[in-house]
């Protein structure tokens, strides 16, 4: 009888208690960012864990990734996985969301808590129960953080996509502009004299890495952007890959490109500044390192086979069959000769056959530009619309002598600078000290004299505009001699005139070649009939003569 009672008298075994580790987590992996964020919910989860008296194992695992997408936390997986071998029962974490803002990896802990592989989870701000109640409130949590993470990031791109539709963007601003505080916009810095003469540089045949140096030595410059990221703002000097970013961005000719979408800033607001035209936007990009100072004729063989041919009329020459763009190629032939060709490659075009010789095209091309005569009416009728060709021009001027202005007020700002600081050397200062400081003046000066000069120009420019005008000599010349033009250019000279002159060229079924002719072009020759061409919308129209398919290229 003692034995059964003692027996029965047995205390029973302790439950070993749970082992949670603790994982704390931001979004952002700046360093700098939400910085006090990891060590808030630290001393939050560690004051929740003295106070409900948890076995807290190892140190917290902390991560600083978005949890808005599945798979993007290495030390999160590795934190399930080793709940799976055993080594913690459970999980403490401030909140719910810190844990997971997507659906997989919050089903997943979800399917972890209903096969008790996750014993119990501990949340400061929450408090969570291992029932029914408990993970239908730990779903609506889960699905609570997911929502506002899509809402904040649709809420975010409807921001984005509204400024960008008022012509505004975020980031740094462009080279030669800065955004107006009040409205957002892109306006001309001090920098914008020294873009454009970069500009003008590159289609005058300089490379980039002399447009780049002339801009090092009118030290353009700018402060880069304070931000969350970057609390520390620094004088950033223009490089390589500015230089690279500036001459290939539509941006310049007054089109921002954003996420493939684009906007024209010339049609949202009238007081946006281009740098450049789209006319000499397009020569740029039409020039390639090798071919600026090279002729290539059209007998020239292929050498290296590396060595890069400029091929025209690239996105210029539309098939007519399937409103294509036909793709421009070589081959060669059996003589061992280059040819250009032009080719439709969309798959469902009836076009047959799919190309045709570009020295076709060429030829039907000398024989249009040359039927067209431009007559002293035509200069006539020029001039009656000089009068707003002339107030165009003159707003370029005048903006232009602002811009001088104001580069000629930095000049001075620099040069009294300067001034000041060689007055602090003091007499006794070394002389190459004070001997730098007066070349930075007198180059200065010298620029201010430049300025001063163009300046000059501008206002007899601004007081004459009949100096704007262009003669009837002028005008007619080079109109009635474009053939000869494009005949005595070389391949690359031949493109940027073609383009000057063409919208596109329309080739049908029957190789018939059909000209869209640009402005000024289309208002002159609108109506007029010369000889077999008739000059007007859509443009002139001729047939091929098929002989012509044996020209070489």
Known sequence: MKILDYVGMAPEPTAKPLRYVMYVRKSSEDAEAQAKSLPDQIAACKEYARAKGLLVVGEPIQESKSAKK??????????????EKGKYDGILAWHPDRLSRNSLEAG???????????????????????????????????????????????????????????????????????????????????????????????????????????????NVSRMTKLSRRNKHPRLMVIGDHAMTTIFRDPFYYGVLVQAGHAVDLKQLYQDFKPVVTEEEFNIVQ??????????????????????????????????????????????????????????????????????IRVGVILEDMYAELSKLHFTESHYADFVKNMRAYTDAKMDDILARKRSVQAEKNNKQRQIDALAEQYTELGKDAPKPAKDRIKQQ????????????????????????????????????????SLDLQMRAADMLQMD??????????????????????????????????????????????????????????
Not at 294 to 307: A, D, G, N, S, V
């Open 70 to 83: 599945s798979g993007n936390r290495p030390l999160f997986l590795q934190m399930l996985k080793d709940i």
């Open 108 to 218: 997943k802990i979800v399917d972890m808590v209903d096969n008790d592989t996750i014993k119990d989870l501990k949340f400061p701000t929450l408090e969570f129960t291992n029932d029914s109640s408990g993970k239908l409130l730990l779903n609506i949590m889960f699905a609570m953080s997911k929502q506002y993470s899509e809402h904040l990031s649709e809420s975010v791109q409807r921001g984005v996509d509204s400024n960008f539709a008022q012509g505004k963007s975020s980031g740094v601003p462009k080279w030669g502009y800065i955004r107006d505080e009040a409205t957002g916009l892109y306006l001309p810095d001090e920098n914008f004299p020294h873009i454009r003469h970069a500009w003008e540089m590159i289609i005058a045949g300089a490379t980039r890495s002399e447009a780049l140096a002339y801009l090092r030595a009118h």
């Open 286 to 355: 039409a020039q390639t390192k090798d071919r600026s100072r090279r002729e290539i004729t059209y007998f020239e063989p292929l050498k290296p086979e590396r060595q890069r041919l400029f091929l025209p009329f690239r996105h210029m020459i539309v098939c007519k069959e399937c409103g294509h763009y036909m793709i421009v190629s070589r081959s060669r032939g059996r003589r061992g000769k280059y040819y250009l060709n032009a080719r439709c490659q969309w798959e469902g075009c009836p076009r047959n056959p799919k190309g």
């Open 441 to 480: 003046i007198d180059a200065r000066q010298l620029e201010m004299a430049k300025l001063d000069d163009e300046l000059t120009e501008i206002n007899e420019k601004i007081v004459d505009p009949s100096k704007l005008k262009l003669t009837a000599e002028n005008f007619l010349n080079p109109l009635n």
């Open 496 to 553: 940027l005139l073609a383009r000057k002159i063409f919208l596109n060229l329309e080739i049908d079924q029957q190789k018939t070649v059909l000209y869209r002719y640009k402005e000024p072009f289309q208002t002159l020759i609108s109506g007029v009939k010369t000889g077999q061409i008739t000059c007007g919308d859509p443009g002139g129209t001729r047939t091929l003569d098929t002989k012509l398919k044996r020209l070489v290229l």
